[in-house]
Every structure is written in structure tokens, then in C-alpha cells.
T-cell receptor
């Protein structure tokens, strides 16, 4: 069966420090991978997604970046954190489906990383 | 913003009652999905309804979809305290990504 891991579970970082959050998926090949951010009590904001190694699509311009160095590894990074980067970061994966009316994109989420920037 | 909207934002009911949440979206879709999130956890997929379907059932869940109104509803029947969570709709327009709604926080009291 497939599993998705995220670490660390919680992180407290000072403003201006770098960030690296890691997400790995087991039990599947060539998944689509996603990074979301969720502010307290709010919905999910898609930050980045990847349909293959080295392929990154950015949804929201900001001081974050993402990389996919391996098929089942997705990394979220920042060189200098801002206060506004605080939030709950969720990684998700989905199986690649064909496009069109018969396609579907059920996503499976990791446990999340709670980031507090002070 | 392409984000869908859900109402109510919060819903408080007693065990045994039914809970209904609504979702509106803006673009044409291939399917619409509902997810559940327990506090501080990741989201869990509940049910998917395709654009050519009008109603779907899964256990105590009933989902409807009206593509002409660009809206969907999730009904949880005979609710339990364990149903307490946030519920999100998500639309799939076929671009390898989902657009999530703002969520409904459901509180079911014993």
C-alpha cells in the first residue's frame, strides 16, 4: 500500500532563517506531488505541484521554492523565512491520470508540518 | 481567486441529526470531491462525484452535484461525535490539480 511521509512534524524558526521541508511517498511510481499551505482555520492554498522529476509548477509567487530530486521526493525550501510563512504545510500525492472527462485526481495527504516563524 | 466557497463556515449539531454542507465553484469541472480534515491532521478523501452524475452515496454520506448552478452539497446522516472535523470540497478541472473550497467546520455534540 502507499504511504506518504512528511518531516518534521513541527518547526519553529526565526525570521530570516532558511527552510527545508521534505515529503516522500512509498508504494507508487511517478506520482503527481503537491505542496499546500493552510493558514489557521482556513482552506488550502496550492503552492507547487510536480508531474515528474525536475518538473515544478508554481502557483503563487513568494519566497518559497520546491524541488523534486527523485521520483517520490518533494522538497519545499526557502532561503529566508518571513513571518507570513507561518502555517500548516501539507504534501499530497495522486496517481497520474489521463486528462479529459474520465480523468480523476484523488489526492492522498501527508500528516503535515506545523511551521511557526518568530 | 479560483477557490470555491462553502457554507456554512461552521455548523454545530447534536448527535443523530443530519448535517448539510454546500459548495459553490466557478469553472467547468470533470469531477468534484469531498475531503475531511481532523484538527491538526492531513485531509482524507471521502467521495468523488463526476460531472455527469447528479447524486452519489457512500455509507452515511450523500453528495449531490448541480453543474448548471455550479454547486454541490454533502449530507451526513445520523451524525456522530466522531464526525466532528472540517470538510472541504475540491474541484478537478482536468489540469492535474485540485481547487479546494474554504471549508465547513462541523461540531457534533454528544
Amino acid at each position: 500500500s502507499q504511504t506518504i511521509h512528511q518531516w518534521p512534524a513541527t518547526l519553529v524558526q526565526p525570521v530570516g532563517s532558511p527552510l527545508s521541508l521534505e515529503c516522500t511517498v512509498e508504494g507508487t511510481s511517478n506520482p503527481n506531488l503537491y505542496w499546500y499551505r493552510q493558514a489557521a482555520g482556513r482552506g488550502l492554498q496550492l503552492l507547487f505541484y510536480s508531474v515528474g522529476i525536475g518538473q515544478i509548477s508554481s502557483e503563487v509567487p513568494q519566497n518559497l521554492s520546491a524541488s523534486r530530486p527523485q521520483d517520490r521526493q518533494f522538497i519545499l525550501s526557502s532561503k529566508k523565512l518571513l513571518l507570513s510563512d507561518s502555517g500548516f504545510y501539507l504534501c499530497a500525492w495522486s496517481a497520474v491520470r489521463t486528462s479529459g472527462p474520465s480523468s480523476y485526481n484523488e489526492q492522498f495527504f501527508g500528516p503535515g508540518t506545523r511551521l511557526t516563524v518568530l | 481567486s479560483q477557490q470555491g466557497e462553502e457554507d456554512p463556515q461552521a455548523l454545530s449539531i447534536q448527535e443523530g441529526e443530519n448535517a448539510t454542507m454546500n459548495c459553490s465553484y466557478k469553472t467547468s469541472i470533470n469531477n468534484l470531491q469531498w475531503y475531511r480534515q481532523n484538527s491538526g491532521r492531513g485531509l482524507v478523501h471521502l467521495i468523488l462525484i463526476r460531472s455527469n452524475e447528479r447524486e452519489k452515496h457512500s455509507g452515511r454520506l450523500r453528495v449531490t452535484l448541480d453543474t448548471s448552478k455550479k454547486s454541490s452539497s454533502l449530507l451526513i446522516t445520523a451524525s456522530r461525535a466522531a464526525d466532528t472535523a472540517s470538510y472541504f470540497c475540491a474541484t478537478d478541472a482536468g489540469f492535474q490539480k485540485l481547487v479546494f473550497g474554504t471549508g465547513t467546520r462541523l461540531l457534533v455534540s454528544p
